[in-house]
């Protein structure tokens, strides 16, 4: 089930994003398996349905989903390569942010402050 707190301050489409991040990575949502349509999943939680688009559009430049048209957006079998890729990255930096000498608490309020939605 999905749950978006309106209160939160976190964006709707983040927190949309990261329930189903969070679901893919931890395989509670197998490789192959059909999401829900945007305009259904909107009507769902009652948000724009631009909104639930862009969740989506990051999870696939993610790699995390893959859209086939009109068929819709499935969980991508790339998704463990970005993760993957992901992992190289933080790696690369923080051999890089050491060899800075920059002090492992501020290496990750810069990551931190990366992350961040604009």
Do not use: C, K, W
């Not at 631009?50 to 430049?61: G, P, Q």
């Not at 499935?74 to 002090?103: H, I, M, N």
């Amino acid at each position: 089930m999905i749950v978006v707190d309106a209160a939160s301050t976190v964006p709707p489409f983040e927190q949309l994003r990261a329930h189903f991040a969070t679901q893919i990575r931890e395989h509670t949502l197998a490789v192959g398996e059909r999401l829900p349509t945007i305009r259904s999943l909107a009507a769902e939680l009652g948000l724009a349905v631009n909104t639930v688009a862009r969740a989506y559009r990051e999870l696939e430049d993610a790699g995390l989903i893959e859209t086939r048209g009109r068929a819709g957006s499935f969980v991508s079998a790339a998704g463990s390569q970005a993760l993957e890729r992901v992992r190289r990255a933080a790696a690369d930096y923080a051999a890089v942010a050491a060899a800075a000498g920059l002090p492992p608490a501020e290496a990750l309020r810069i990551v931190e402050v990366a992350l961040r939605p604009a």
